[in-house]
């Protein structure tokens, strides 16, 4: 039963993570992520449905456009297959019920924000109000129950990184706020394991830089800080509650 619904999870991730793609090129641009269709960055013909299968239409076009031949980056097919493993991941990791939705909410919102924030250094309003919508009518439909947790969860995450943002403007902004507050709607308390996680990650490849760059073109050096909160997020998402747990027995 698991095995059948991680495959289902993992195609349904592909498809998805093709849609996201296009939301993650157009939405910081101001353009709809529904119309045009899909179409080649250098010649812009429409894509044909049977050269849109995620993933399997780049290999089997070697990685470039049908008409044009223009290179088409090796950033859409793995955008795609990282979409199918993660929802493949949540699946094997919660099994299959109706709260296994909650997670494969999560980490569809995770995508776009980790490609928008690298790109742009922005995490657009318009997902987080989306993520957090999703979060509570999941929880709602699922485990109403749970709400009230997540909702603190969601404030003292919230809490947490505007505190830091305060204290240190340059290195997070709002969007780091936000994103965190909605990472609490949908780990409850197991976002303190994801911030934890994002903290350290973070430290650690600034560490890297300023190694590489020296102390003082390390610390200017603009470094997006929600790919790190992402990464928090699947850490919080597939072990969070054996981290929390672990912590609560060792320190409670």
Known sequence: MIA?????????????????NVVGHRLPLGESVVRPASRCPGCRTPIKPYDNVPVLSWLILRGRCRSCREPIPARYPLVELAT??????VVVD???????????AFVILLVPVTIIDLDHRIIPNVLMAIGAGVALALLLATDPGAMPGHLIAALAAGGFLLVAALAYPGGMGMGDVKLAAVMGLFLGRDVAAALLFAMLAGTVVGAAIIARKGAAEGRKT??????????????????????VEWYLRTFA
């Open 222 to 243: 603009a470094i997006p800080f929600g790919p790190f909160l992402a990464f928090g997020g699947l850490v919080g998402l597939l072990a969070g509650d054996p981290i």
């Open 94 to 104: 919660q099994g299959v019920d109706r709260g296994v939705w909650l997670g494969i």
């Open 84 to 89: 199918a493993l993660l929802c493949l991941a």
């Open 4 to 20: 059948a619904g991680a495959i289902l999870a993992g195609l349904f991730g592909a498809l998805v993570g093709s849609f996201l």
